[in-house]
T-cell receptor, first 115, second 115 residues
Framework: ETGVTQSPTHLIKTRGQQVTLRCSSQSGHNTVSWYQQALGQGPQFIFQYYREEENGRGNFPPRFSGLQFPNYSSELNVNALELDDSALYLC??????????????FGEGSRLTVL | AQSVAQPEDQVNVAEGNPLTVKCTYSVSGNPYLFWYVQYPNRGLQFLLKYITGDNLVKGSYGFEAEFNKSQTSFHLKKPSALVSDSALYFCAVRDRNTGGFKTIFGAGTRLFVKA
């Protein structure tokens, strides 16, 4: 059973640029959630994807967008980067529907620095 | 709306002593409740959960938590702390009735266990 993997692990961008972060969900999972964790804070819910559709969104502007693919992997895209977007971006997979045990399985995260 | 409060930024305890990390929550329906742990520069790891049934739930590494519906609390406990328990602990809630699959995290409590 493979766990959740994220790429890249670290990246540096400048203000105004765009970034794409990738996540491969754990085998057998059908749902991916994305979180932003700023330094010293708890993870903030960005959005969740289930069956390739956005299935809930937190308080983030539209320049944060995502995709889920048929193999349940996912991308997080952020346009027009701002300094405050610097954070650890966490992907978590889970199984929704029958067999839902509730907990999330996290990747190691992608640390984004915006200069 | 769902919310989680962790009233202590930091908890200090001596090795061998019992530890408690506090959490209170707010949901409009029935909660799923979770505790996760995060080590430096890593993703979150699931520790334990309350779904239904016995109010005292046991999890990984000797941790347990008590669900108290009247006080809307879900405090994390361990009878005898280890230095290796030092980490950042997050309480999380999911409203099974109205929140869909969205899991909301508290701000976190840093646990220091002194040898």
């Amino acid at each position: 059973e493979t766990g959740v993997t994220q790429s890249p692990t670290h990246l540096i961008k400048t203000r105004g640029q765009q970034v794409t972060l990738r996540c491969s969900s754990q085998s057998g999972h059908n749902t991916v959630s994305w979180y932003q964790q700023a330094l010293g804070q708890g993870p903030q819910f960005i959005f969740q994807y289930y069956r390739e559709e956005e299935n809930g969104r937190g308080n983030f502007p539209p320049r944060f967008s995502g995709l889920q693919f048929p193999n349940y992997s996912s991308e997080l895209n952020v346009n027009a980067l701002e300094l405050d977007d610097s954070a650890l971006y966490l992907c978590a997979s889970s199984l929704a529907g029958q067999g839902d045990t509730g907990e999330l399985f996290f990747g190691e995260g992608s640390r984004l620095t915006v200069l | 709306a769902q919310s989680v409060a962790q009233p202590e930024d930091q908890v200090n305890v001596a090795e061998g002593n019992p530890l408690t990390v506090k959490c209170t929550y707010s949901v409009s329906g029935n909660p799923y409740l979770f505790w996760y742990v995060q080590y430096p520069n890593r993703g979150l790891q699931f520790l334990l959960k309350y779904i239904t049934g016995d109010n005292l739930v046991k999890g990984s590494y000797g941790f347990e938590a008590e669900f108290n519906k009247s006080q809307t609390s879900f405090h994390l406990k361990k009878p005898s702390a280890l230095v290796s328990d030092s980490a950042l602990y997050f309480c999380a809630v999911r409203d099974r009735n109205t929140g869909g699959f969205k899991t909301i995290f508290g701000a976190g409590t840093r646990l220091f266990v002194k040898a």
